[in-house]
């Protein structure tokens, strides 16, 4: 029996907690390969740390409780969660993307899937109609970001799992924006979750890894032998770093949140700007769907400055914003997605679907507002032609 309700409390209580043999409340970094046997097929529930390490398990219960699922997979990058997931697709399936996923998700299925004969469609997921064109009988698989980087489209998952369900298609959810604290996708009717947990659930930019969660038991018995099988799994520091990070993603993720919502107003009634994405503006697109299927709307904002202001002036005028790919951190970052993230999409797809060379995507950390707004003030005014 849990003695908490709450996932404020679940963050720090959750999944396997503590070490049962000394107390202590924090699991042991078990830094081994393998495990002594007692006698032959005599083993301790441990055999090679591939197939299982006790940190890595703490971590992967934690996350399966956060996001409600079946079970949890800890793996060695974000791209390493999203390829074995992946490779759940045999040659002759097709699997669709939205039109905006991070970019390394679409160089994986253009450059590695399709030439094992797994194909893509790119589809505008936040359309219901242009979606249900694009689920082909040969679709198996739905992979979608809600909000999708870097124009924070909103995508109605609920919706769209009535679509999948009917035909039989995983859905996977990309969930790297918003995190278990403000959108829970198993709750929603999603098959699959995954994070790039290098971004909010790390933190504070200092590791790269990758997590999926399943419903059900069927799909963990299947990713567990795909992870033990290709072997992309996250080391036990780094599970023990994840673990310790995920402890304060409420309290972070508060604090992202309330600095995000005050830039995205400030930005969206200042004259030098063209244009603000952000699902928590009224005027946003998707701002009802996103109210209903998560919290709130996150802390990642993009937007454009009117031709009146250099945008490669305003990147070098700013000090405490750091120009870098990455996001989620307690720093703020800023980037540009049509030559950093998204630089692996081809220029026509870029253009195709509002990628443009003049679309800023910050992520808004946890430092004192204040700072933040004179900040972008001041690169703002700097960089005026
Ligand atoms: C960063 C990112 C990834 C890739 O994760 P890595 O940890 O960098 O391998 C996947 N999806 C989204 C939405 C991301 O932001």
């Known amino acids: 029996m849990k003695h908490y309700q709450k996932i404020e409390s679940s963050l720090i209580h959750g999944g396997i907690y503590g070490d049962e043999r000394t107390g202590a409340v924090n699991i042991p970094i078990y830094q081994t390969s393998t495990y002594q046997q007692d006698g032959l097929g005599k083993m301790r529930g441990y055999e090679y740390s591939r197939t299982g390490n006790p940190t890595r398990e703490s971590l992967e219960s934690l996350i399966a409780e956060l996001e409600k699922g079946e079970a949890g997979f800890a793996f060695a990058s974000g791209m390493a969660a999203i390829t074995a997931v992946l490779t759940l697709l045999k040659t002759g399936d097709r699997v669709v993307i939205s039109s905006n996923v991070y970019g390394g998700t679409f160089r994986v299925l253009d450059k590695i899937f399709q030439s094992f004969g797994i194909n893509y469609t790119i589809a505008d997921t936040s359309n219901l109609e242009e979606l249900s064109h694009a689920l082909t009988a040969d679709v198996k698989m739905l992979l979608i970001e809600s909000p999708a980087n870097p124009l924070l489209t909103v995508t109605d998952i609920e919706a769209v799992s009535f679509l999948t369900r009917e035909k039989n298609i995983l859905l996977v959810v990309d969930n790297t924006f918003m995190t278990p604290y403000l959108q829970r996708p198993l709750e929603l009717g999603a098959d699959i979750v995954l994070h790039s947990a290098t971004k909010y659930l790390g933190g504070h930019s200092d590791l790269i890894a990758g997590l999926v969660i399943v419903k059900t038991q069927k799909l963990a018995e299947k990713l567990h032998f795909i992870q033990n099988a290709t072997g992309g799994i996250l080391q036990p520091f780094d599970s023990f770093l994840l673990i ?47 109210r209903k299927q998560a919290k709130n709307a996150g802390a990642m904002i993009s937007f454009e400055l009117t031709a009146e202001y250099d945008i490669k002036k305003f990147f070098e005028k700013l000090k405490l914003v750091a120009l870098a790919e990455s996001l989620g951190g307690v720093e703020s970052l800023v980037c540009h997605p049509s030559s950093m993230t998204h630089a692996s999409i081809p220029k026509e797809i870029r253009e195709r679907v509002g990628i443009t060379e003049n679309l800023i995507r910050l992520s808004v950390g946890i430092e004192h507002i204040d700072d933040l707004i004179h900040d972008l003030h001041s690169a703002i005014e700097g960089s005026k032609k």
């Open 244 to 290: 310790r990070s995920i402890k304060s993603l409420g309290v972070r993720m508060q604090r992202h949140v309330e600095n995000a919502e005050i830039i995205a107003d400030w930005l969206n009634k200042n004259e030098a700007v063209a244009s603000v994405y952000y699902p928590g503006l009224p005027t946003a697109q998707g701002y009802e769907i996103n």
